[in-house]
T-cell receptor, first 119, second 114 residues
Framework: GAVVSQHPSRVICKSGTSVKIECRSL??????MFWYRQFPKKSLMLMAT?????????EQGVEKDKFLINHASLTLSTLTVTSAHPEDSSFYIC???????????????FGPGTRLTVT | LAKTTQPISMDSYEGQEVNITCSHN???????ITWYQQFPSQGPRFIIQ???TKVTNEVASLFIPADRKSSTLSLPRVSLSDTAVYYC???????????????FGQGTTLQVKP
């Protein structure tokens, strides 16, 4: 099946620094990717929709200046957490939508997630 | 996007069949029903998807009644490795007219005991 990778798988950074997380679709093209955040024992919360070649669409309550999203190619989206604080520590997951349908279905695949710890 | 309601948790024993029911009273005509599985510190994994009646694949079955207001994920003969969180999602996110945004509910934590 289709694979989505994330890099790094886990990262520790100091408070006030920025960290970039990459999401790649390895064997398919994705015009649209999504970024989620998940706190311990909680469900996934959609943060934003990443659109190739255009600005991301953020969900209500998500600070676009803090969570910078760049979708520069059909296989790569990046999420940069700027001026990170301990409360930004979380599990960040991306997903990618295959732009070539399987029948009438546009499949969506999730990455393995990135564990961010801000000290 | 239709709201879904699932049990928060379920317990089972190895070898048993597990049925997890999801209610989605406001499902729309174009909506699909999709189930994902998530293990701790991993991304969700697609299990099964359906629109109506019954769908079966190598890992699960999905039963959808005629009114489509609920669905049941059936896991045959579970093992310890099936301990995970299971999410029911409803929407037309997989169709051509939608961007693909998926909204996750609380999910059902399945604990399989030896």
């Amino acid at each position: 099946g289709a694979v989505v990778s994330q890099h790094p798988s886990r990262v520790i950074c100091k408070s006030g620094t920025s960290v970039k997380i990459e999401c790649r679709s390895l064997d398919f093209q994705a015009t649209t990717m999504f970024w989620y955040r998940q706190f311990p024992k909680k469900s996934l919360m959609l943060m934003a929709t990443s659109n190739e070649g255009s600005k991301a669409t953020y969900e209500q309550g998500v600070e676009k200046d803090k969570f910078l999203i760049n979708h520069a190619s059909l296989t790569l989206s990046t999420l940069t957490v700027t001026s990170a604080h301990p409360e930004d520590s979380s599990f960040y997951i991306c997903s990618a939508r295959d732009e070539v349908p399987s029948g009438s279905i546009y499949e969506q695949y999730f990455g393995p997630g990135t564990r961010l710890t801000v000290t | 996007l239709a709201k879904t309601t699932q049990p928060i948790s379920m317990d089972s024993y190895e070898g048993q069949e597990v049925n997890i029911t999801c209610s989605h009273n406001n499902i729309a005509t174009n909506d699909y029903i999709t189930w994902y599985q998530q293990f701790p510190s991993q991304g969700p994994r697609f299990i099964i998807q359906g629109y109506k009646t019954k769908v079966t694949n190598e890992v699960a079955s999905l039963f959808i009644p005629a009114d489509r207001k609920s669905s049941t994920l059936s896991l045959p003969r579970v093992s310890l490795s099936d301990t995970a969180v299971y999410y029911c999602l409803v929407g037309d996110s997989f169709g051509s007219s939608n961007t693909g945004k998926l909204i996750f509910g609380q999910g059902t934590t399945l604990q399989v005991k030896p």
